[in-house]
């Protein structure tokens, strides 16, 4: 259980989350004393999670969009939710170190692409199937949906439910125990996590 982005006994704050399921989105506020958005969901209270002066949209009719003052979401039923806006950062001296890991998720209708950030030493896939939190924090994030284009976009971060991504693909990594820097200069490493495209990383420095 992690509490690095706890504010301990300070009252619930509200934050404004964006909320998917496989059939619906739901638009809203939560109450919250977590900063971080894995936590949000990964410390819910209880089986399904408060909406507050929620907006609920189907994806098969986007303009058909329902307004109420609460709406309770499932937990087991969430594929994934965003923060909109910034939440605080967590004390960098409570951190464990991790490292990013470019990965691919695909939870119908979705597919989303971005960074997992696993600990060190860790191979990419004993990271991402063997963390013990349900949701699993995702950075630099493309959210694509084929089915209903109008879903697609790009976000800083997201929690995803892991055990609902039917498939999962990581980056070929065959040094797990050192760090992408250690391989490659930070600049052409940043530029590889953040690229769109499907080529192929730059080879390192060391040939």
């Given at each position: ?19 998917y ?43 058909a ?72 924090p ?47 200069d ?22």
């Amino acid at each position: 259980m992690s509490f690095e982005g706890f504010t301990g006994g300070a009252p619930p704050t509200s934050v404004e989350i964006d909320c998917y399921t496989d059939t619906y989105r739901v638009s809203g506020s939560v109450a919250t004393r977590f900063t971080r958005v894995g936590d949000i969901v990964n410390q819910a209270p209880a089986s399904h999670l408060a909406v507050e002066q929620a907006t609920i949209s189907e994806y098969g009719a986007p303009t058909a969009t329902i307004s109420a003052p609460q709406v309770l979401v499932s937990v087991d039923e969430i594929l994934f939710i965003v923060v909109r806006g910034t939440t605080a950062t967590s004390n960098p001296e409570m951190r464990i170190p991790k490292r990013g890991v470019k990965a691919q998720l695909a939870l119908p209708p979705f597919r989303l692409t971005g960074t997992i950030h696993i600990s060190l030493g860790s191979r990419p896939l004993d990271g991402l199937l063997n963390a013990s939190d349900r949701f699993l924090p995702m950075t630099d994030v493309e959210i694509g949906c084929a089915i209903h284009e109008e879903l697609n976009r790009t976000v800083d971060a997201i929690a995803v439910q892991r055990r609902r991504a039917q498939l999962l693909l990581v980056a070929d990594d065959e040094r797990p125990d050192e760090l992408l820097a250690d391989v490659l200069d930070e600049s052409t490493a940043q530029a590889w996590f953040r690229r769109r495209d499907r080529d192929a990383p730059p080879e390192s420095p060391e040939g």
